[in-house]
């Protein structure tokens, strides 16, 4: 017999084939495709059993999911959720961006959600499974399945989580080594579905920079118990094997759906042979039924994001996302204006967080504000040393590299992950990054007010939660040095600052600059 298992993972919100940077619906990603590649495979497969499951972070990353999160109405939000269910998810695990809006928002959408949530390592005050359950056993007629679900332990790292009552994320080595042997004792075959990734490849090097934030590797090195792996979070497209057993990681957006298909002997129940394969649903069409019912809530958030909110004297937009980070920009200035603003305080850091957008338009709408600041995040104001800004712009100065006398983007920063949203640049202070100099040694210039900045010199600065409590590697920035903080959603700040100042002037002030030498 055949077990298969059709998953998605890290599809973002993503429902229609469009990334609302423009108006098309053209884009060869989004659940409504994916939903018809799956039905397809069904159909060519009748001899097959056939489960369908979801890797997690659905909840958060588009337009569309942030509308049905802070705007959207009840019937809204039903559509949306429908949406996913129409999809036919037998299983689901919990994304580290499920949390982004709350745990009452993530509890209400699980009620709604037909799917049976899994996930073992996210758990309570007493170490009980938190959200849904730790495995569920599926029984395949012959033979039997425990599916076993995990999440990436960096969850913790994301936006407000810290905070939450009775939350707590353990080891996702130390969860396995609870539950495989009981679930061996119910299935026959174990699949791992793990919102996390590899930290290593086939050959055991390291291709991680995040160090314990992706355990895929080391959860196949340590448990041959497990017989298949679905993963996720690092949006890689990946199928093939891992210490000879099947792995697969879908992509984003819904670009690709994953298919492990485990061929088992009836007689003796043994895995004879396990594939993996991306399916592309460029070429699919939107699920009618998923089109149909999204309708109503397609055309609430185009209205939305079209509504003018301002006019810009000048011109706030770019063509080249590198060039932008390079050297400063109208845009980048105006991002750092509007923080500095809400916070009061004259020191912002920021990030350009994808390669899509282009600044603003000329009237500003809330279509250019969602697609440029993706993330629901907040603003603190962190109090910290000169040595700590120092040290912060070394780290973000290691986002590029030289090649052929070229700045170019460090490899790292790319592979196994695009991570643009770790690279910072700042308003309030100037200076200058040499990448011709070893990493570390990169800040050549420092100044704050015409004065250079002495390291134990006190600034205050304005920057988002998750890069004030150390994320994306920034160990000089603690919970303990923010002095202040604002529960505002920064899309919102834009928007409020917006309706303030319905005219924007474009300025450029060229306070830095990232240069291949010093000469």
Request: proline fraction near 5%; charged fraction near 25%.
């Amino acid at each position: 017999m055949k077990i298969t298992i059709l998953c998605t993972s890290d599809t973002h919100g993503f429902i229609e084939p469009t990334n609302y940077v423009d108006k098309g619906f053209t884009k060869p990603f989004g659940i409504g495709k994916a939903s018809s590649a799956i039905q397809a495979y069904k159909m060519a497969h009748p001899d097959e059993k056939i489960i369908v499951i979801d890797n997690g972070d659905f909840l958060e990353g588009s337009p569309l999911s942030y509308f049905v999160a802070k705007k959207a109405d009840s019937a809204d939000q039903h559509i949306y959720n429908r949406c996913y269910n129409d999809v036919g998810y037998q299983l689901g695990t919990i994304g580290n961006h499920e949390f982004d809006y709350g745990l009452n928002y993530l509890k209400d959408v699980m009620k709604q959600s037909q799917r049976q949530f899994i996930c073992a390592n996210i758990v309570d005050h007493n170490n009980e499974p938190f959200l849904g359950k730790p495995y569920e056993i599926v029984d395949f007629g012959p033979c039997k399945v425990g599916f076993l679900g995990l999440s990436t332990t960096s969850t913790k790292k994301w936006k407000n989580v810290n905070e939450l009552d009775d939350f707590n994320l353990i080891s996702e080595i130390d969860t396995a080594a609870k539950y495989i042997p009981e679930m061996k004792k119910q299935a026959d075959f174990i699949v791992a579905v793990y919102h996390g990734g590899f930290e290593r490849d086939h050959t055991g090097t390291w291709t991680d920079i995040n160090p314990g934030e992706n355990k895929g590797y080391d959860l196949l090195e340590n448990f041959p118990e497990i017989d298949a792996m679905i993963s996720g979070h690092q949006h890689r497209k990946i199928a093939g094997h891992l210490f000879k057993k099947p792995i697969i990681q879908p992509g984003s957006r819904g670009e690709f759906v994953g298919r492990i298909t485990l061929n088992i002997s009836n007689s003796d129940k043994r895995i004879t042979k396990g594939e993996s394969e991306l399916i592309s649903v460029e070429d699919y069409p939107v699920d009618p039924r998923i089109g149909k019912a999204l309708d109503p809530l397609s055309k609430d958030v185009s209205h939305w994001l079209d509504h003018p909110l301002a006019r810009i004297k000048g011109n706030l937009s770019f063509d080249d996302p590198f060039s932008a980070r390079i050297q400063d920009s109208a845009y980048m200035e105006f991002v750092h204006k509007v923080q500095m603003d809400k916070m009061g305080v004259d020191i912002s850091a920021t990030a350009l967080y994808n390669n899509e957008a282009h600044g603003f338009s000329n009237p500003i709408t809330m279509r250019n504000i969602i697609t440029n600041y993706v993330y629901p995040n907040t603003l603190v104001v962190s109090e910290v040393s000169g040595e700590d800004i120092k040290d912060a712009l070394e780290v973000s100065a290691e986002y590029f590299a030289l090649k052929g006398g070229r700045v170019v983007v460090n490899e790292k920063f790319i592979f196994p992950k695009h991570r643009y949203y770790n690279y910072d640049m700042y308003e309030g202070i100037d200076y200058t990054l040499d990448i011709s100099k070893p990493i570390g040694k990169r800040v050549t210039k420092l100044s704050y007010h015409g004065k250079p900045i002495s390291p134990d010199q006190k600034l205050k600065v304005v920057l988002n939660r998750y890069r004030a409590t150390g994320g994306g590697h920034y160990s000089m920035f603690t919970k303990d040095k923010i002095i202040k903080t604002d529960d505002t959603i920064i899309s919102q700040i834009f928007l409020e600052y917006l309706q303030n100042h319905p005219v924007i002037e474009a300025t450029n002030n060229q306070n830095f600059q990232v240069i291949p030498d010093n000469k």
